[in-house]
């Protein structure tokens, strides 16, 4: 099982910008997939960004897209989610999760290494 483990939550004004970051411990993942999710209390863990190691293929829900952007940096196995233009409603618990193969899947039951979660708070 891959071991994941976010870091670069914290608190923000709305408007601002965080950077959030999911270090993996295998070398490489060539046929996994890493995403980004969500989770407020209450709630679902919600789908927020995915990305394939082969194609960098990115693909992130409406909510964020045009806000936040996916990369994965190979040589330092990190996968980043860099979080522009915050809003109040993003304010959550952060998880990255990885999964064999690279279909595409938003469902967080297809993913089955989850990190610990890293908490953001955007303030208004």
């Known amino acids: 099982q891959v071991q994941l483990v976010e870091s670069g939550g914290g608190m923000v004004q709305a408007g601002g910008s965080l950077t959030l970051s999911c270090a993996h411990s295998?070398?490489?993942?060539?046929?996994?997939?890493v995403a980004w999710f969500r989770q407020t209390p209450g709630k679902e863990r919600e789908f927020v960004s995915r990305?394939?190691?082969?194609?960098?293929?990115?693909a992130y829900d409406d909510s964020v897209k045009g806000r936040f952007t996916i990369s994965w940096d190979k040589a330092k196995n990190t996968v980043y989610l860099q979080m522009n233009s915050l809003k109040p409603e993003d304010t959550a618990v952060y998880y990255c999760?990885?999964?064999?193969?690279?279909?595409?899947?938003?469902?967080?039951?297809?993913?089955?290494?989850w990190g610990q979660g890293t908490q953001v708070i955007v303030s208004s």
């Open positions: 295998e070398r490489t993942l060539d046929t996994f997939t």
């Open positions: 990305i394939t190691w082969t194609s960098q293929h990115a």
């Open positions: 999760a990885a999964k064999y193969g690279i279909a595409a899947s938003d469902n967080r039951n297809s993913y089955r290494s």
